[in-house]
């Protein structure tokens, strides 16, 4: 079982930068690829960013590609998504995720953490 607590959400005016950081326990969560989604207002969870166990790789989705790093420290149990030249269109709660299926789901969910980027 691997429990995730989001933290570093906020509200930040357009073209601001935020950091969202994922606290994991649990005995192998260093061992799943995690990852961050996101769910707006009326719309359906989608994909944000990917990280392999190593931290070696990492992928994102288009829309947010060039603007949002993820990355991981396994010996702190924590995952991060820094993400700057923040959109209004990017306003959605962000969901940590551990054991990702691809990027259509997980198997671990956090609670999620509020991002509103203001106009």
């Known amino acids: 079982q691997v429990q995730l607590v989001e933290s570093g959400g906020g509200l930040v005016q357009a073209g601001g930068s935020l950091r969202l950081s994922c606290a994991a326990s649990?005995?192998?969560?260093?061992?799943?690829?995690m990852g961050w989604f996101r769910q707006a207002p009326g719309k359906e969870r989608e994909f944000v960013a990917g990280?392999?166990?190593?931290?070696?790789?990492?992928y994102y989705a288009d829309s947010v590609k060039g603007r949002f790093t993820i990355s991981r420290d396994n010996a702190k149990n924590t995952l991060y998504l820094q993400m700057n030249s923040l959109k209004p269109e990017d306003t959605a709660v962000y969901y940590c995720?551990?054991?990702?299926?691809?990027?259509?789901?997980?198997?671990?969910w956090g609670q999620g953490t509020q991002v509103t980027v203001s106009s």
């Open positions: 649990g005995r192998t969560s260093s061992r799943y690829a």
């Open positions: 995720a551990a054991d990702l299926l691809s990027t259509t789901g997980a198997n671990y």
């Open positions: 990280i392999n166990w190593s931290g070696g790789i990492t």
